[in-house]
């Protein structure tokens, strides 16, 4: 029997990128998991995002920072001599990671790290590393973080129209054509859903794609006059520069409860005014967005270029 062995923690990322680059070189998985993560679900959630079933999986529950029982956990399980294992040393704790490795170095070489933003695999013994070529969906991508979605259809509309729903159409068919995102890695206003909500919507991103194994995030503004918006007091905005700060601050939030690498950007069909946003104005908001972890800012001067650079 194959075995791949995964340490599950709250980020599966990594686990399952190595599981799906390696189909087909292993026959079961092993899931060396804690109390904390059962309660938080993420056999269930991995599985799920895997499309196998909980019960073909081979699961090792240990305490997380205890190195002498997470040996004595592992010596207890029974194997063949025949066995062979590869194993992903990249989620869990420190002692966790030590103890599967310390109890598996004389039965496998194939010990993998898969760093985070990198789409490469590292052979834990020797260093070496070769690239990751699987590519995740939004909808994969989600999946591990307990969140499924909705979405509204993507048609052709042109630069002109100006309703909300039409300038995103236009952003997503844009992001699609010139990056060459897949048809199934890119979605526009996409509903979000957490698997214990009972199918309440949590929040609601305009733009949402994956290229490269990172997920990006786009609030998508016709302009920021917007008399009739209130700000997170629930008080009247009453300037594009307070609206620009209300979108900054939200997107900020919403990108944070996505994973460990999200990419939001903010794009704005109308150019800034250069009145409102002279110079000294918009280094402050460029300072700001850096703090919040915005990627860009995107207005229609941006737009009329022939290419968006992200």
Not at 58 to 63: A, C, G, P
Not at 121 to 141: D, H, S
Not at 303 to 309: Q, T, Y
Request: include cysteine.
């Amino acid at each position: 029997m194959n075995y791949l062995i995964s340490i599950l923690s709250t980020h599966l990322l990594p686990n399952f990128f190595l599981a799906k680059e390696f189909q087909g070189k292993y026959d079961r998985h092993i899931f060396i998991t804690t109390k904390q993560m059962e309660v938080l679900s993420m056999t269930r959630r991995f599985c799920s995002a895997l499309g196998i079933d909980q019960a073909d999986v081979r699961r090792i529950v240990v305490l997380e920072d205890n190195l002498h029982d997470v040996i004595e956990k592992l010596s207890r399980e029974q194997f063949h001599e025949d066995d062979r294992f590869i194993i992903n040393l990249t989620g869990g704790t420190k002692i966790i990671s030590i103890g599967t490795f310390n109890h598996f170095v004389n039965k496998t070489d194939a010990f993998y790290y898969v760093p985070i933003g990198t789409n490469k695999i590292q052979f834990v013994k020797t260093g070496e590393e070769q690239p990751l070529n699987y590519r995740i969906g939004v909808k994969e991508y989600l999946s591990l973080y307990g969140l499924d979605i909705t979405s509204e259809t993507t048609e052709k509309y042109s630069v002109n129209e100006n309703t909300g729903a039409e300038f995103e159409v236009y952003v997503c068919n844009r992001l699609r054509s010139e990056l060459g995102i897949k048809k199934d890695h890119i979605f526009r206003g996409v509903k979000l859903f957490r698997e214990d909500s009972e199918r309440r919507n949590d929040n609601e991103i305009d733009v949402m794609w994956t290229s490269d194994n990172q997920l990006y995030v786009g609030e998508c503004k016709v302009s920021l006059s917007k008399p009739k918006a209130f700000n997170s007091e629930n008080r009247p905005i009453s300037n594009p520069v307070e609206y620009l700060d209300e979108i900054m601050y939200k997107l900020s939030a919403i990108s944070k409860d996505l994973g460990i690498r999200v990419n939001p950007y903010i794009f704005i069909k109308r150019p800034l005014s250069n009145v409102v946003f002279n110079e000294p104005r918009m280094k402050a908001i460029k300072k700001r967005l850096k703090i919040l972890g915005i990627k860009g800012l995107i207005d229609g001067n941006e737009l009329k270029k022939n290419k968006l650079i992200l």
